[in-house]
């Protein structure tokens, strides 16, 4: 059973670092294209990764929870919390991104709202991340 916990919380830390990546990866594509042309094919090629990634760590979450026969601490509250967050500001930035503009001042606005929302998951799952690995 003791295997099935650690083997459980690597997968689901794997997934963190992954989507940490696909992060990191967004951020640098929104800082460093000029064209928005070019910034919005390369977001649509990597959004579905993203997103996967995301219900991989649901899913991963939820079989670690299962395996700790549903034991709720103030870390999975955290944890659970930050995806929520993080899904809800992703349906709010690609619905922002489906009514974009072709004038500079919306194009400019999603890049800004985008920027700081890929900086606030990169925080928020750094934080959550040394919160619950760290202290257990």
Known sequence: MEELIRLSSQLHLV????????????????????TFLKLSKRLELIAPQYYIVLSAIFFTGIIVMAVRQF??????????????AIVAFGI???????????????????????????TLDFIALIATSALFYLVH
């Open 15 to 34: 997934f963190i670092i992954l989507l940490i990546i696909l992060i990191a990866f967004n951020l640098y594509l929104l800082k460093s294209d000029k």
């Open 71 to 84: 034991a709720f601490s103030f870390s999975v509250w955290v944890m659970i919390v930050v995806w929520i």
């Open 92 to 118: 709010r930035g690609h619905k922002m991104y489906k009514k974009i503009e072709r004038t500079e001042v919306s194009q400019s606005a999603y890049k800004r709202y985008a920027i700081k929302k890929y």
